[in-house]
DNA sequence: AGTTGACTAGACCAAACAGTCAACTATCCA
DNA sequence: TGGATAGTTGACTGTTTGGTCTAGTCAACT
């Protein structure tokens, strides 16, 4: 009974976009409610503190945008490699676009979050990396898929997953402190150098 | 004439070790004042802002940390590959050692500060660009040495040490949200495999 | 139609915060 | 030795912030 509301969900929306664009800290929970068009009265109605805010708009960006798109884009019916290299497209182009949008290359809020809270903000920082370890396995298992393919060189799946995810978590806190996507422009090329992935070779190899 | 002081010193340390612990947004000036023993009054007689302050700290732990360590290891007089792996190793040691100390992976304060304030504060973002810039010369140079003496694959260099600077920030990054060193251990490993290291091989080469 | 429970409004408080100031003190140098 | 300079002190102000509280509003269901 009584009446229902989405105010939660818009606090989630405005918690989530703020402390992209800006940061953790510099956010404040009015600021937040500014940006939903909620009172202060209904925030504390439906969050204890702006930790527990951000720990709900992580969970929402998993399940809402995140899931969807790694579920669609690593998809078996697609070749391993093609996977990894249609996403990192992809991608790019949505922080080009981001740039064009906002003046700003935003990165990945997960890492940009963990990063900055993880010494203070515990529920928050768990709550990111347990969505980077949910992520990890997309690459774990493309990199196995490959393997079996015979499209990469040999090599022991998790630590490969541990340089991937380095580098492309790398680059994308380099393109966001630089404001410059296109360091992010041959991440696709990079990461097949790094998993040493087998170019579609002509079928013959020369040798000296 | 006058008296002297080193509060302004002390007030740079304090602002840095209390920022690379915590972040830039959850320490306030009185954090530092209180850390650094200094009143309130003495901080504005010195800085105008936390974020003067900030950039004055950066410059600083270039000064006295990153270059002279950055000098030693990244000798000429040094194979270029032993550069990087002894500059790995030294730095994974040192992430061990802090944790230890302090019960925290810290990783980079640079990248975790230009990460956070990126949209932020300008004159701290962009100080920080600078001594990442600083220090990716040493890369490039490390990597156009491995060049001339062929101990690497083919590359271009500016392009390499992108790539470089990419895992090892990456994985610092992960490092730290993970509160974990050990994604660390191997990064000298994965470091040579990116550049396509020649391993010193025993002279002849087998071929099928 | 009325009761109940979900939600909203916004005034309010205390603490934390950035920043100011005038009076004070130590040191250097002539 | 004494004045000019460099630095210190802590109380003070005004604002922002997180957080609370109460009176009220709206929608569902009986």
Known sequence: MGRTSDADERLKDAALALIWEESYGAVTIDDICTRADVK???????????????????????????????DSTFSSSVEPLTRLTTYLTNFYNSQVETKAR?????????????????????????KVREILGRKRRYYESVIRDALAEETIE??????????LI???????????????????????????????????????????
């Open 154 to 163: 040999p090599c022991d799946p998790a630590q490969k997953a541990t340089a």
């Open 166 to 208: 380095g580098l492309i978590e790398g680059l994308v806190g380099q393109a966001r402190i630089m404001n410059d996507p296109e360091i992010l422009r041959n991440l696709p090329a990079m990461t097949l150098e790094l998993l040493r992935a087998k170019v579609p070779v002509p079928s013959t190899s020369a040798s000296a």
């Open 102 to 126: 906002v003046g700003r290359v935003l990165g990945c809020p997960a890492c940009s979050i963990g990063s900055e809270v993880s010494t203070q903000e515990i529920d928050v920082s768990a």
């Open 40 to 70: 202060k009265g209904s925030f504390y109605y439906f969050f204890n503190s702006k930790a527990e805010l951000a720990v709900a708009a992580l969970e929402k960006l998993w399940a809402t945008q995140w899931k969807p798109r790694l």
